[in-house]
């Protein structure tokens, strides 16, 4: 895609500024008056890496809040609005590593999906091996630009979504959400908390993602089932009882799954 990237490597020292910019006071080399300029962070991209995001403290982190969500940047009091297309990717360390700072639940609400990248089969490593010593990558064509990937997200949002999918993502979700409304058993004995609102957006929102790769009309309720453990994962955290079981959050997606009824 021919749009701007940048990469922040996240560490325990890195502040708010070295993020989202800073304001400089600066001399007018014409008029001799001093004034204040904004210089922009690396967060203005269209693409950011946030590369080992749970490397740095929780202050530093939430920097990234406001411009996931409004797509803008707040500094002095001013708004900075962000080019269309915002995208940020972020990696993490395992928490069992040195060095670590769990990432706030509101900042996990932000991401989309969670995935887990395993060590690859070995037929992938030998390929990897093969073309990084050979430096064999080939040449990288462009396959589309920033605007058009905008026209592309509002194509998006004309797909149509029934009404059975989006009550089976609200119903799936609700069931997460301990001592509340539609919880299930098994959420109020193994969760600390359960996903809020966004959990239900983006569960629409991806299954109607998928659907359109595949070249259909509208999304079905087995979308949002195949979307879901990446778009919950993260959004529901076990309880001490959940973690002396020996779950995981997936398995717990997997019992909702299996337990909510799909219509």
């Not at 069992?96 to 060590?119: C, H, M, N, S, W």
């Not at 398995?251 to 799909?262: E, N, Q, R, S, Y």
């Amino acid at each position: 895609m021919s749009c701007s990237f940048k990469r922040i490597q996240f560490t325990p020292d890195l502040m708010p500024s070295d993020i989202t910019g800073t304001d400089v006071l600066q001399d007018d080399p014409i008029t001799g008056e001093r004034k204040f300029k904004f210089l922009r962070g690396p967060v203005f991209a269209n693409i950011i890496l946030a590369d080992e995001i749970n490397r740095t403290p929780p202050k530093t982190q939430a920097s990234l809040l406001e411009a996931m969500q409004e797509k803008q940047v707040s500094v002095g009091g001013i708004i900075h609005k962000l080019e269309p297309p915002f995208f940020v990717l972020a990696t993490q360390n395992p928490l069992e590593q040195e060095g670590t700072y769990p990432l706030p639940e509101a900042q996990q609400d932000r991401f989309l999906f969670k995935i887990f990248v395993d060590y690859p089969e070995s037929e992938e490593e030998i390929r990897i091996v093969r073309r990084v010593t050979q430096q064999a990558f080939g040449e990288i064509q462009e396959v589309c630009s920033g605007p058009e990937l905008v026209a592309m997200q509002k194509v998006l949002l004309d797909v149509p979504v029934a009404d059975a999918v989006i009550d089976y993502a609200n119903r799936l979700v609700r069931a997460t959400r301990a001592k509340r409304e539609g919880a299930v058993d098994f959420a109020t004995n193994w969760l600390a908390w359960g996903a809020g609102p966004r959990a239900t957006i983006n569960l629409v929102m991806a299954a109607r993602c998928y659907c359109a790769l595949q070249g259909r009309a509208a999304p079905a309720v087995d979308d949002v089932i195949r979307v879901a453990k990446p778009v919950l994962r993260h959004r529901i955290a076990l309880n001490y009882v959940g973690k002396a079981e020996g779950l995981t959050t997936d398995a717990v997606v997997d019992k909702l799954i299996g337990t909510v009824a799909k219509y």
